[in-house]
């Protein structure tokens, strides 16, 4: 791994992570919109609301750190992959909190896995970070295989924590953190 300054991107064996920026937009927006019912079922972000394509307008102006939201791109056609983004805790801006999504046409290619690594790996090699927690909702057993596959310890149980986008069902919320990069699936990542 070569730390240098985040200007433009991380760069894995195959996707290109940069912050999202205006000229994706339309892009991600298409994923988005391709991907909303499978988003509602498991985001905690995907009420009605969020599907319009000026509340992914609001949500980039609204970034205060260019890491917040990552949006990975395939090397080898450009398209969008995947999003994730490493958003630090408001009373400890040591610890960030990572997630991801992955456009309908590269899901179960491992691209989650591969831009998640990528993202816990610039955190604590050029954020300086103390630690990186993630969750998933209860029933998103994909999102379980993948954050234990990345070695996350468990940190806690939400119980209904949170009320699901799309019909309201209210959901236990599991939380896990990692505290360093050592036992991560092996990745090259530049950035």
Not at 10 to 31: C, G, H, S
């Amino acid at each position: 791994m070569k730390a240098v300054s985040f200007d433009p991107s991380i760069t894995t064996p195959r996707l290109v992570i940069r912050p999202a920026n205006m000229t994706d937009l339309p892009q991600v927006q298409a994923a988005k919109e391709a991907m909303w019912p499978e988003l509602q079922q498991w985001m905690s972000w995907a009420y009605d609301d969020q599907k319009p394509l000026a509340a992914l307008e609001k949500t980039i102006g609204e970034a205060t750190d260019p890491c917040t939201l990552l949006w990975g791109f395939c090397r080898e056609t450009g398209d969008y992959v995947v999003s994730t983004g490493l958003s630090p805790q408001p009373d400890n801006p040591d610890i960030y909190e990572t997630g991801y999504w992955v456009a309908k046409t590269y899901l179960r290619r491992g691209f989650a896995t591969e831009a998640t690594n990528a993202a816990i790996r610039y955190a604590f090699g050029a954020k300086a970070a103390k630690a990186v927690t993630i969750g998933y909702f209860e029933g998103n057993d994909k999102s379980r295989a993948i954050i234990e596959k990345l070695g996350f310890a468990p940190l806690d149980v939400r119980i209904a924590a949170h009320k699901r986008c799309s019909d309201g069902e209210v959901m236990d919320e599991y939380k896990y953190i990692r505290t360093e990069i050592d036992g991560l699936p092996d990745l090259d990542v530049i950035w």
